[in-house]
Every structure is written in structure tokens, then in C-alpha cells.
């Protein structure tokens, strides 16, 4: 499979950072590292907007997709509050990481810290076909633990 070329500028407060990479041949997402000027320290139940030092130009047809990452959402109860948070291919602002501790100890966010990964993944657009009635299915109108056994 062939990559997608994706130009990525990096801002002035992060160019001594790595660019995103993935770390191992199998990722589907690419680290984001943290590009804090100081320590950030995330009380429990407290949420930040941490900076990453890069800005991106996807092509058009393609989103990237901030997420957690698992490790830090299972040993220290931080997570993207927003996730996915979505970067859509005409945003050529930052990219920033909403992160909120979840955990019962404050947790504190270095610079370079791994604080995110994000997938680049195609999309496509709808064209709304208005009508007065949906195509049957097998399961209509169930949800919200309806296939649950």
C-alpha cells in the first residue's frame, strides 16, 4: 500500500519536537507529541488543550482522527475528551489534543510526551436524498443494546 503525501508545517514552539511517526510497521496511527512550553499538570476530572507544534494539509477526501492512547487511558486514566476530535482537510490551523484525566491522581504532561495518535483515514461525502419513508431492514428501528443477547 502506497503512502499519502500529507505537507506538515511545524510552528516555530514545536521544530526541535519529532514529526509524528509511527511506532511500529503495523500502527494505524502516528504519535502526536506534546509541545508545551512547561510542565502541565491535569488534576483529576481536569481537561487541557495541549499544543503539538504542527500544522497539516490533508488532501481533500481525507480526515485525520485525534485518539487516545491506550496506555495512558488504562494506567493513568487520561483520554482525548473529544474522540475522535476531527481534523478536517481545509483546517490548516494547529493541531491541538483536548486531554482530560479521568484517573484519581493528577497526571502531568511533559514536553515530547507521546500524548495522542492520529489516523488519517478517507471519507466520503453524502448528498441528502430527502424522502417520507426508509427501506426496511432487518433490524429497523433497534438500537442502543437492541442486537444484545
Known amino acids: 500500500m502506497s503512502a499519502v503525501k500529507v505537507p506538515v508545517l511545524q510552528l516555530p514552539h514545536g ?3 519529532d514529526l509524528p511517526a509511527y511506532a511500529t510497521e503495523g500502527a494505524a ?8 512550553d512547561s ?9 487541557a488543550l495541549v499544543p503539538t507544534g504542527i500544522s497539516i494539509a490533508l488532501p481533500h477526501g481525507l480526515e ?3 485518539r487516545p492512547r491506550s496506555g495512558l487511558a488504562l494506567r493513568e486514566g487520561v483520554t482525548v475528551l473529544n474522540s475522535p476530535g476531527t481534523v478536517d482537510s481545509d483546517y490548516r490551523g494547529e493541531v ?13 504532561v511533559r514536553r515530547g510526551d507521546r500524548i495522542a495518535q492520529l489516523v488519517v483515514a478517507r471519507h466520503v461525502t453524502v448528498d441528502w436524498d ?3 419513508e426508509l427501506p426496511q431492514s432487518g433490524r429497523g428501528a433497534g438500537g442502543f443494546g437492541s442486537t444484545d443477547t
Do not use: I, S
Open 29 to 36: 496511527g502516528v504519535d502526536l507529541l506534546a509541545a508545551l
Open 96 to 108: 491541538g489534543v483536548v486531554l482530560a484525566n479521568l484517573g484519581e491522581t493528577p497526571f502531568t
Open 15 to 17: 521544530r526541535d519536537l
Open 64 to 66: 485525520a482522527q485525534v
Open 39 to 47: 510542565d502541565l499538570v491535569l488534576d483529576p476530572g481536569g481537561r
Open 130 to 132: 430527502q424522502t417520507d
